[in-house]
């Protein structure tokens, strides 16, 4: 006759196999025996005003309405936006080996880059501009830079 077949390591994984299915049965009828029925009103969950979740229905009086007219869904046409006035800074570091430079918004207190080929005249630092912004993709820059006397 022959050797079982049957190693220790292949038994110990069968009765881990077996006691994982008799675990999960005998917690199905757990569940089952402690299920209540539970009405409709019991399971629906409501957003209060400040937009968390409740099991109260909200106050009608605390509704706002919203008119379909008023929501921007999208970017504004651009005879919509606003026309642009040029903007007043001071040069607050300008490299000219390099072409490039920073220019302090006098009103926002922005810091916007400015490019040597932005400029309509040579600047150097602590002058005072005028000039207009443009969005990039690394951000706002400095263009039409001309030097207030």
Known sequence: MGKSQETFSKREREKQRVKKQQDKIEKRKERKANE???SLEDMMAYLDENGNL???????KKKKIFRQED???????QEDRPIEEPRKGIVSFFNTQKGFGFINDAETRERIFVHVNDLSSPVMENDKVTFFVQQSPKGLVAVNVTVVK
Not at 54 to 60: A, G, Q
Not at 71 to 77: A, I, L
């Open 54 to 60: 409740t099991n109260t229905p909200p106050d009608p």
């Open 36 to 38: 209540k029925s539970k």
């Open 71 to 77: 929501m921007q869904v999208s970017v504004p046409k």
